[in-house]
C-alpha cells in the first residue's frame, strides 16, 4: 500500500509499505478519507514534537518513521479474532486517541487525559495511508445517514464540542483564530444555541464564513494595536464581555485578547498549540478570570455521529479541498504552510485523482517526496 511517512522534519515520503494485519482486538480499514491537521503540519514544518523517535510510544508501540494522520475514516475489510460489534463492510470514523484503560484517569472515564496519552498518526501509524490499522475502541460504526465524508472532520469537530464543554454553560462566546477547529466551535456553539457568538481572526474569507456558520458578530483584527482585538470583542459583546472566549490560535497576541475580551467572573479556554505565555496574575485574580485547557476530547462521536445522521448537521463547509495521497506533500503540507490563507481543511483520499503536476513530474513508481523549505512555526497556527 501506498503511506505518507515521516521521517524527519521536512521529509514526508508517501512509500510502499506492508499491511498490517489486524491482531486480536484490531480492526483493517481501507481509508476513505484523512484530513490535514495543524498537528501534522508542525511535525512537517520543525518536528518531531509528538513523534517518537528514539525509543517507541507505550501505547503503539511505534516509532519513526511512522505514517501521519490522524483524521480519518473507512470501510473495515478484516477484524480480529476478538473484535465484537464490528465486520468487515462496515463504514467507520476513527476516534484516533489512544488509552490504557487501567490508569486512574482512565478509569475516571477520562480517557483522553490517560498517562500514555496520544495520537494514532502522530504517536503511533495513522491514515494518511491506504489501509490502516488501529484498536478496534477506536472505530465507531456509522449509520448510513453519515457520509464517510462528514466522518472525515468527526475528529477537529471533536476538539471543538470538548472545547465547548470545557467551556460550561454559555449566553455569549469568542471564538479567536478561525481555523478548521475554530470554525468547527463557531458551528457547533451555534448549534447549541449561544445567543452571541463573535468569531475573531485576520482573514476576510474565514470571517465570512464565520457568519455563515453562525457567528452572530465578525471582528477584522488585522488592523488591530495591541490590545484592540480584545476591546473590540468585548464591545461586540455589549461592552461587559464574552462569558467565555476560546483561544483556538496558540500564540501570546490571541491569549491577549481572549483575556481582554472575556467577562468578569468569565472563562478562557486554551485550545491552541503554543509554547510559553504570560498573563497579568493580579488581574485575573481580580477580574476572578479562570483560564482552563482543553486536550483532545472524550465521548464525543456518539453526539457527532447523532448530530450529523440524525438532526442534519453539515461540517463539511470548512473543507476547502480534496487531494491524492501521493499529492499530499505539494498540494497538502506546502498549499497549507504558503497558501496565503486561501484553504481551510484539506481532506487527502487514496481514490481521489491525481493532480496534473504530479502526472508530469512524479515517477511511477514508489514516491519520495521531499518538499522545499517553508516558513512554519509551531506557535500562532490557528487550529
Known sequence: MK??????????????????????DEVLLAVAYCGICGSDLHEYADGPHSVPVSRAHPASGARAPLVLGHEFCGTVTAVGPAVRGLAAG???????HYRCGTCPRCR?????????FGFAGLMGHGGLAEYATVPSYMAHRLPDGVPLEQAALFEPASVALHALRRGGDADSVAVVGLGPVGLLTVLLAARRGTRRIVAADVNPARLGLAARLGATEVVDA????????GLRVRAACGGEGADVAFEVVGSQA??????????????????GLGRRVSFDSSALVDNEHAIVASVGYRDTYPELIR???????????????????VDVVR??????????????????SPSAPVSAEHTRTA?????????????AGREGDSR
Not at 503511506?3 to 486480536?24: K, L, N
Not at 453539515?314 to 495521497?325: H, N
Not at 498540494?331 to 487527502?348: M, P, R, T
Open 3 to 24: 503511506a505518507a511517512v515521516w521521517y524527519g522534519a521536512r521529509d514526508v515520503r508517501v512509500t510502499e509499505r506492508e499491511v498490517t494485519p489486524p491482531g486480536p
Open 90 to 96: 462496515d463504514r467507520v470514523a476513527v476516534e484516533p
Open 108 to 116: 475516571a472515564g477520562e480517557y483522553n487525559i490517560c498517562r500514555h
Open 222 to 229: 488585522r488592523d488591530a494595536g495591541e490590545g484592540d482585538a
Open 254 to 271: 490571541a491569549l491577549n485578547t481572549c483575556l481582554a475580551a472575556t467577562r468578569r467572573g468569565g472563562r478562557t479556554v486554551l485550545v
Open 307 to 325: 448530530l450529523v445522521g440524525s438532526e442534519g448537521l453539515d461540517l463539511r463547509p470548512v473543507v476547502t479541498s480534496v487531494i491524492a495521497l
Open 331 to 348: 498540494e497538502g503540507f506546502s498549499s497549507l504552510l504558503d497558501g496565503g490563507g486561501d484553504q481551510i481543511k484539506i481532506l487527502v
Open 363 to 375: 515517477p511511477a513508481s514508489v514516491e519520495h517526496t521531499r518538499a522545499a523549505p517553508a516558513h
